[in-house]
């Protein structure tokens, strides 16, 4: 029986085995995400919206298949999920390899490289969340928030290593450079996992109480975090999608750095005050966030500087980083050990939306009112987010997870 409330070591201990495949998952997003529109917008000579559709048929296809995977792991268990996903992953980067080949043919490419994008969507879906689920189980209910936050941490690493890999492959002219050099080692990194997700104990479904929840059921019940959380995701949103463009309207440079500043003060906050959600409860955790949050998108509309963007940036990843975990745990608590999978996965669906929705729909702001304004409209949102987040019950705590 594995203990309820483990050392913080020993959590680590028993969930890195699994956590090794969620790393390997968004270090191939991350791959794809620096180069698809590059090939798509240079190399096949479509438009830099469709180079963007490109990108975004990866997060369509998530949004698609989160409640599905939930579904099979509450009645299937962990391993057969993660493994399913881990091989349509490696189906994706040959889907990726052959545009690349296709090239010439340049609606048979881009076929092909949507399909492959969906593909990853897919993968990207059944591996996440069959990551947390399975090392719920390993690491004990208890530690709910402390999986999540790992989770967190190894997927923004993930896309961080990624892409600067992909940057050297794209450009390289060797034989196995450019999309082909990435498909291939987007192939290789889910193919090297499969041997060890087979190998790994796999989670029993928890013996069901009473009849399976229907979806209306599930959605009320996740709804009231789900809806804080979207709102509070639309800051995110706001800064992966628009704040290199901020940066390039208003003629400064650095915008790489503003980026590697945010994502870098989201994984710090993560390994440092993740175990807060245990100790305070998720809901005081969440509102210190989203006000954080709000305050650093605020500065962001508002610095007549690049170092005042910065300091937006990084408060902004404060703030964001530990928004899911904390909400995730009291949303899996609604539903019941038996229905983690499906509860989850619900909730996972209104980050992909807001995230999804976040990007066309600040765009339409810039050439109306311009970068500040779309700023402050994603700091409204957050704030929204934190009020919605007063509503729900003070009392719950991760550790009842």
């Not at 993660?82 to 390899?97: F, H, K, N, P, Y």
Request: include cysteine; charged fraction near 5%.
């Amino acid at each position: 029986m594995i203990p309820s409330s483990p050392r913080s070591s020993s959590v680590i201990a028993r969930i890195y085995s699994v956590l090794l495949f969620t790393l390997a998952c968004y270090t191939v997003i991350g791959l794809q995400m620096a180069v698809v529109p590059l090939f798509v917008h240079r190399t096949l000579g479509y438009s830099a919206a469709l180079a963007g559709f490109a990108v975004s048929a990866q997060y369509l296809a998530t949004l698609a298949t989160r409640t599905w995977a939930g579904k099979r792991l509450d009645s299937n268990g962990a391993r057969p999920v993660v493994t399913i996903g881990l091989i349509v992953g490696a189906l994706s980067g040959v889907m990726l390899a052959a545009s690349s080949l296709c090239a010439a043919e340049s609606s048979l490419s881009l076929g092909l490289l949507l399909i492959g994008r969906a593909l990853l969507g897919f993968s990207e879906s059944w591996v996440a969340v069959g990551v947390i689920i399975w090392n719920m189980h390993r690491a004990g209910a208890a530690n709910s928030a402390a999986v999540i936050s790992w989770n967190g941490v190894c997927s923004y690493g993930g896309i961080a290593l990624g892409a600067p890999i992909a940057a050297m492959i794209f450009s390289s002219h060797a034989v196995f450079g450019g999309l082909m050099g990435v498909g291939l080692l987007s192939t290789l990194l889910f193919v090297a996992c499969i041997p060890n997700a087979l190998r790994q104990e796999t989670t029993r479904p928890a013996p069901q109480t009473g009849p399976k929840p229907s979806f209306t059921t599930i959605f009320r019940a996740i709804m009231p975090y789900g809806c804080a959380l979207g709102a509070s995701s639309v800051g995110f949103g706001a800064i992966v999608s628009c704040l290199t463009l901020y940066f390039n309207d208003k003629n400064w440079s650095g915008a790489a750095i503003a980026l590697a500043v945010f994502g870098g003060f989201f994984v710090l906050t993560r390994f440092v005050f993740s175990s807060m959600i245990r100790k305070i409860g998720g809901v005081k955790v969440a509102l210190v966030s989203m006000a954080v949050e709000t305050l650093g998108l605020l500065i962001i509309a508002g610095g007549p500087s690049p170092i005042l963007a910065n300091i937006g940036a990084a408060l902004t990843g404060v703030g964001f980083s530990l928004v899911f975990p904390a909400l995730g745990v009291l949303a899996i608590e609604q539903l019941g050990a038996e229905n983690r999978g499906v509860a989850l996965g619900g909730f996972s669906v209104f980050l992909d939306l807001a995230i999804g929705a976040s990007g066309p729909g600040l765009g339409m702001i810039i050439p109306i009112w311009g970068f500040p304004t779309l700023f402050v409209v994603a700091a409204t949102f957050c704030a929204i987010g934190f009020f919605l987040t007063l509503t729900l019950p003070k009392n719950s705590h991760a550790a009842s997870a």
